[in-house]
């Protein structure tokens, strides 16, 4: 498997739910960023983690970091509609020397009103 | 206060023919990295450059894909005699500096190029 997956793969939900995704990676890293894409549409970065940080919160969105399981989980809370859309992962490792970005595959989240 | 621009946005080919990509960053950037993304998949780092120089180009395929980005004017992904498998969302990001000691500059990213392969 892949550096940075995503699970799960979809999550379909109601308006007001929480949604929770989760990735992992497999090497050490300098940082964990989680970006949304919207259908057919370009990358919006959401948030950035670093390694020695272990939450971080950014309005209706909070990161968790365990360098220990590398993994990160992303909340959103209180989700609407507009959230639909697709979350990804992307790590920067330590060993990469440049800024590499590993892409997982990604989690599609569906808020219906 | 332009964000990443990249044209066109979507591009149609049919096999056999050239296709150019163009990236120009954020004002002020001079790192350039492009990403493939193919259908219902994450993104794939292809290329790193710097102005003039490729820095990494690890997840450049060995043939028919080459990468530039001169001293004036956007940078440049060329896919010459392109196959149905080229098929994909290709995106350009860009950052002020590159990594220095353990800080990281931000890549932001422009909308990207549709590429369809007929």
């Known amino acids: 498997s892949q550096q940075g997956e995503e699970d799960p793969q979809a999550l379909s939900i109601q308006e007001g739910e929480n949604a929770t995704m989760n990735c992992s990676y497999k090497?050490?890293?300098?940082?964990l960023q989680w970006y949304r894409q919207n259908s057919g549409r370009g990358l919006v970065h959401l948030i950035l983690?670093?390694?020695?940080?272990r939450e971080k919160h950014s309005g209706r969105l909070r990161v968790t970091l365990d360098t220990s399981k590398k993994s990160s989980s992303l909340l959103i809370t209180a989700s609407r509609a507009a959230d639909t859309a697709s979350y990804f992962c992307?790590?920067?490792?330590?060993?990469?020397?440049?800024?590499?970005?590993?892409f997982g595959t990604g989690t599609r989240l569906l808020v219906s009103p | 206060n332009a964000g990443v621009m990249q044209n066109p946005r979507h591009l149609v080919r049919r096999r056999g023919q050239e296709a150019r990509l163009r990236c120009s960053p954020v004002?002020?950037?001079?790192?350039v990295y492009w990403y493939r993304q193919l259908p219902e998949e994450g993104l794939k780092f292809m290329v790193y450059?710097?102005?003039?120089?490729?820095?990494?180009e690890s997840g450049m395929p060995k043939e028919r894909f080459s990468a530039e980005f001169p001293k004036e004017g956007p940078s440049i992904l060329r896919i010459q005699q392109v196959v149905r498998g080229d098929s994909a969302a290709y995106f350009c990001?860009?950052?002020?500096?590159?990594?220095?000691?353990?800080?990281?500059?931000?890549?932001?990213f422009g909308p990207g190029t549709r590429l369809t392969v007929l």
């Open positions: 992307a790590t920067l490792g330590w060993n990469t020397g440049f800024q590499k970005l590993v």
């Open positions: 090497t050490s890293i300098n940082n």
């Open positions: 983690i670093r390694s020695n940080e």
């Open positions: 450059l710097q102005k003039e120089n490729i820095i990494d």
């Open positions: 004002k002020g950037h001079s790192h």
């Open positions: 990001a860009s950052s002020q500096t590159g990594t220095s000691g353990g800080a990281y500059n931000e890549q932001f």
